[in-house]
């Protein structure tokens, strides 16, 4: 077995330690960031409207929701509800996100059961505006070569984001019963 003496383990640290930290350095900035504030490419703010900061806190195909939900949650009560239902067929079921109440909303929308395969529906924006807020979804895009299923589908989202009093509408485009 060698020894080896303190000099060549200091110098084997140092390398050890550059190589590793762009590797780090790399993973870290590649991370998924859920939270969301502006996208450029939606193009101008409608007048009237400030946009919102949401964290996706769940969004699938696949969630269980039968029927269609736009429900505003104020406790974590109905958030527990809402993910017994998601994980009533998910073994182990997904964790219930932590969510403190006090400053935050939950909104879930869920258009019910489709019959045909879409992908998890995702939030583009939220739009605050005098009398409400907005949630506009990216946009299903059907074509002839995917999702030619005949499956049936149960998309839902979940976002959080600043209580408000204000009532929630869903803009979306693209997305057919």
Same mark, same amino acid.
């Given at each position: #077995?060698?020894?080896?003496? @303190? =000099? @060549?383990? !200091? #110098? ?16 870290? %900035? /590649? $991370?998924? +960031?859920?939270?969301? %504030? $502006? ?8 007048? $009237? ?11 699938? *195909? @696949? ?6 939900? @736009? ?31 006090? &400053? ?15 992908? *998890?529906? =995702? !939030?583009?924006? #939220? ?21 030619? &299923?005949?499956?049936? %589908?149960?998309? /839902?989202?979940?976002?959080?984001? +600043? =209580? &408000? *009093? ?6 979306? &485009?693209? #997305?057919?019963?």
């Amino acid at each position: #077995m060698k020894i080896f003496t @303190q =000099k @060549q383990l !200091v #110098m084997f640290h140092k390398k050890s330690f550059l190589i590793i930290l762009p590797i780090v350095f790399l993973l870290l %900035s /590649c $991370g998924n +960031k859920s939270t969301v %504030s $502006g996208d450029p490419s939606l193009g101008e703010i409608p007048k $009237g409207a400030q946009e919102m900061a949401f964290e996706t806190l769940f969004s699938s *195909s @696949q969630s269980g929701l039968k029927g269609p939900t @736009q429900e505003v949650l104020n406790s974590g009560d109905g958030l527990k509800n809402v993910f017994a239902i998601i994980n009533s067929k998910r073994k182990p079921g997904i964790p219930i996100p932590d969510v403190n109440f006090d &400053t935050h909303e939950v909104f879930v929308f869920s258009p019910g059961q489709v019959s045909h395969g879409v992908p *998890s529906p =995702k !939030v583009q924006r #939220m739009l605050q505006f005098e009398n409400k807020i907005v949630v506009q979804l990216e946009p299903v895009e059907q074509n002839e070569n995917g999702y030619a &299923t005949t499956v049936i %589908s149960e998309p /839902c989202v979940i976002v959080a984001f +600043k =209580k &408000t *009093s204000l009532p929630v509408v869903v803009e979306t &485009t693209g #997305m057919k019963n």
